[in-house]
């Protein structure tokens, strides 16, 4: 087994995530099997229970555990579903390390972090690896170099370091090159980030600087002098305008040589299929518009899956997706409000707060007939929406945001005895069968389906003969017909919504139908409109 660990430097948000996927997709190209692992050094057990303000996105894999946005980002470039056990957090290994104390495991030894939870860390990175019978591990290490609670991973990778052959480990380092006033490219938090991993006996064999613009020879030579790697090791990771573009930047830096000759693996030629992809994206002349209605849109991370499934829907039908973040509160503050756009999706999410909004943008979207997309609360609210303005229900709500008469959404039954938030909405894969003659079959082309769920509340069985009665097609069902999958209206040009969240599956290879359908709905309604 080769481990590539990929940790950061000066500052957090510089693209681990990317560069690590970039990675991936590189090596995957190459024909080698890799495995990412996430290590997340918070005390959660995973990132379910976490605010989308504070830590963007939270992405569900397929066996239903809630983790950091990143391992979304490794499941698109790299093309392999993965599961809980590849994202390791402080709350987990202390967990098991505490379990097994209680259990006796230890032998009467005093636990302690080094060598109690060290060995747990390890133990995982190398169970998972070897299981996944992969050439590559690919590790990345959440956070900063500095941070306290990252210091138990990276003594961690120390001993690794220590106890794998040369050519079976590489430590890839992304840090900050920043621009002083002049505009010169300054390497001193570099070699201040690379001395803090020599301290704790870590020296990089790759520096990736993330920069403005592509680093100059001269500060790569700079940063190769006082960091003790070759020039050829020093990696320019400059902005891209899009992030599948990585990976070609890091090729054409000929990182993929250096990992070769530094892992000694054998060189392959590489699959052209992420080339075309980027090609085909940059390429796109027609353009539409398409506004997101959420409540967490001053957070850029917070749609990041949804934000790509559309990207991945215009390349297959050939347009550029421009996303409009529209602040759902603002709706309900400016009720007379008009939105210029080619479609109108409306994201999951959970809470009273901006709910109301989001009424305000399905039911102008159905009534102005405007290509409409609604993600898991968005179908709920879909729900709402119809049974206030065509059922006549004025109070109809669901009843996790009020006490209503008519609540036709209700908690799943399920759900009912539960009191911990923590893994315990409906989670995961879960197959759903759709309807022939819908449009919901023509977009998927089959009868049987598997998406991934998060959520508590389903649609109100009593009031599905009402809602079909006055024009609701429910045209997929999941749990032998009891429970609402799809909801679509066959009247409109493209009013779709989904209680899955059909984002988290979608690859710029493999666009998810929903979203496929969508963006086509929306470019076929600017044509009509422009005509």
Same mark, same amino acid.
């Given at each position: 087994?080769?481990?590539?660990?990929?940790?950061?430097?000066?500052?957090?948000?510089?693209?681990?995530?990317?560069?690590?996927?970039?990675?991936?997709?590189?090596?995957?190209?190459?024909?080698?099997?890799?495995?990412?692992?996430?290590?997340?050094?918070?005390?959660?057990?995973?990132?379910?229970?976490?605010?989308?303000?504070?830590?963007?996105?939270?992405?569900?894999?397929?066996?239903?555990?809630?983790?950091?946005?990143?391992?979304?980002?490794?499941?698109?470039?790299?093309?392999?579903?993965?599961?809980?056990?590849?994202?390791?957090?402080?709350?987990?290994?202390?967990?098991?390390?505490?379990?097994?104390?209680?259990?006796?495991?230890?032998?009467?030894?005093?636990?302690?972090?080094?060598?109690?939870?060290?060995?747990?860390?390890?133990?995982?990175?190398?169970?998972?690896?070897?299981?996944?019978?992969?050439?590559?591990?690919?590790?990345?290490?959440?956070?900063?170099?500095?941070?306290?609670?990252?210091?138990?991973?990276?003594?961690?990778?120390?001993?690794?370091?220590?106890?794998?052959?040369?050519?079976?480990?590489?430590?890839?380092?992304?840090?900050?090159?920043?621009?002083?006033?002049?505009?010169?490219?300054?390497?001193?938090?570099?070699?201040?980030?690379?001395?803090?991993?020599?301290?704790?006996?870590?020296?990089?064999?790759?520096?990736?600087?993330?920069? *403005?613009?592509?680093?100059? /020879?001269?500060? &790569? $030579?700079?940063?190769? !002098?006082?960091?003790? +790697?070759?020039?050829?090791? @020093?990696?320019?990771?400059?902005?891209?305008?899009?992030?599948?573009?990585?990976?070609?930047?890091?090729?054409?830096?000929?990182?993929?040589?250096?990992?070769?000759?530094?892992?000694?693996?054998?060189?392959?030629?590489? *699959?052209?299929?992420?080339? /075309?992809?980027? &090609? $085909?994206?940059?390429? !796109?002349?027609?353009? +539409?518009?398409?506004?997101? @209605?959420?409540?967490?849109?001053?957070?850029?991370?917070?749609?990041?899956?949804?934000?790509?499934?559309?990207?991945?829907?215009?390349?297959?039908?050939?347009?550029?997706?421009?996303?409009?973040?529209?602040?759902?509160?603002?709706?309900?503050?400016?009720?007379?409000?008009?939105?210029?756009?080619?479609?109108?999706?409306?994201?999951?999410?959970?809470?009273?707060?901006?709910?109301?909004?989001?009424?305000?943008?399905?039911?102008?979207?159905?009534?102005?007939?405007?290509?409409?997309?609604?993600?898991?609360?968005?179908?709920?609210?879909?729900?709402?929406?119809?049974?206030?303005?065509?059922?006549?229900?004025?109070?109809?709500?669901?009843?996790?945001?009020?006490?209503?008469?008519?609540?036709?959404?209700?908690?799943?039954?399920?759900?009912?005895?539960?009191?911990?938030?923590?893994?315990?909405?409906?989670?995961?894969?879960?197959?759903?069968?759709?309807?022939?003659?819908?449009?919901?079959?023509?977009?998927?082309?089959?009868?049987?389906?598997?998406?991934?769920?998060?959520?508590?509340?389903?649609?109100?069985?009593?009031?599905?003969?009402?809602?079909?009665?006055?024009?609701?097609?429910?045209?997929?069902?999941?749990?032998?017909?009891?429970?609402?999958?799809?909801?679509?209206?066959?009247?409109?040009?493209?009013?779709?919504?989904?209680?899955?969240?059909?984002?988290?599956?979608?690859?710029?290879?493999?666009?998810?139908?929903?979203?496929?359908?969508?963006?086509?709905?929306?470019?076929?309604?600017?044509?009509?409109?422009?005509?």
């Amino acid at each position: 087994m080769k481990y590539i660990f990929v940790t950061g430097g000066v500052m957090s948000g510089l693209g681990k995530g990317i560069t690590a996927a970039s990675i991936g997709r590189i090596l995957t190209d190459m024909g080698y099997k890799v495995v990412p692992i996430k290590v997340d050094p918070y005390l959660n057990i995973d990132a379910g229970t976490m605010n989308p303000f504070q830590h963007g996105e939270v992405f569900v894999l397929k066996d239903g555990t809630e983790v950091d946005l990143d391992l979304g980002h490794y499941e698109r470039f790299i093309g392999e579903e993965v599961t809980g056990e590849h994202n390791v957090t402080t709350g987990k290994i202390y967990m098991s390390v505490l379990e097994k104390e209680r259990r006796g495991d230890y032998l009467g030894s005093t636990v302690q972090i080094i060598p109690h939870v060290t060995d747990e860390i390890k133990m995982w990175i190398r169970n998972v690896a070897e299981k996944s019978g992969a050439d590559i591990c690919l590790v990345e290490i959440g956070g900063t170099v500095g941070d306290i609670e990252g210091m138990s991973f990276l003594e961690a990778v120390r001993q690794m370091k220590n106890e794998e052959k040369p050519e079976d480990f590489a430590l890839v380092h992304v840090t900050l090159i920043p621009l002083d006033l002049g505009g010169e490219q300054k390497t001193k938090p570099t070699q201040h980030s690379v001395k803090e991993l020599r301290s704790i006996g870590l020296q990089p064999d790759i520096i990736v600087g993330r920069c *403005k613009e592509r680093l100059l /020879e001269s500060t &790569k $030579k700079k940063i190769a !002098l006082f960091c003790d +790697v070759p020039v050829e090791a @020093v990696i320019s990771a400059h902005d891209a305008e899009e992030i599948y573009e990585v990976p070609l930047m890091l090729k054409e830096e000929k990182m993929d040589e250096y990992l070769i000759k530094k892992l000694k693996l054998e060189k392959r030629e590489s *699959k052209k299929t992420w080339e /075309e992809i980027v &090609k $085909k994206l940059k390429s !796109l002349e027609k353009e +539409v518009t398409i506004a997101l @209605v959420g409540k967490y849109v001053h957070v850029k991370d917070a749609y990041i899956s949804i934000r790509e499934a559309l990207k991945h829907g215009g390349i297959l039908a050939g347009c550029k997706v421009n996303m409009v973040l529209v602040d759902s509160e603002d709706l309900e503050r400016y009720q007379d409000f008009e939105l210029d756009v080619d479609g109108i999706l409306v994201p999951g999410g959970f809470g009273h707060r901006g709910s109301e909004g989001k009424i305000l943008a399905i039911q102008y979207a159905r009534e102005n007939d405007i290509p409409f997309l609604g993600i898991c609360f968005g179908f709920q609210l879909s729900v709402v929406e119809f049974a206030r303005n065509v059922l006549g229900y004025e109070d109809a709500h669901s009843s996790e945001l009020a006490d209503t008469k008519h609540p036709v959404i209700d908690l799943l039954p399920e759900q009912k005895e539960i009191d911990k938030l923590g893994g315990t909405m409906r989670l995961g894969d879960i197959e759903v069968t759709v309807k022939k003659g819908t449009k919901a079959f023509e977009l998927y082309g089959r009868e049987k389906i598997v998406e991934r769920h998060r959520h508590r509340y389903e649609v109100n069985p009593d009031y599905i003969p009402e809602l079909e009665k006055k024009g609701v097609v429910f045209s997929g069902t999941s749990d032998s017909g009891r429970r609402m999958e799809i909801l679509e209206l066959p009247d409109k040009r493209f009013f779709f919504a989904t209680q899955f969240h059909p984002e988290f599956k979608s690859r710029p290879y493999s666009p998810s139908p929903p979203f496929a359908g969508f963006v086509e709905a929306c470019l076929r309604y600017s044509e009509e409109v422009n005509q």
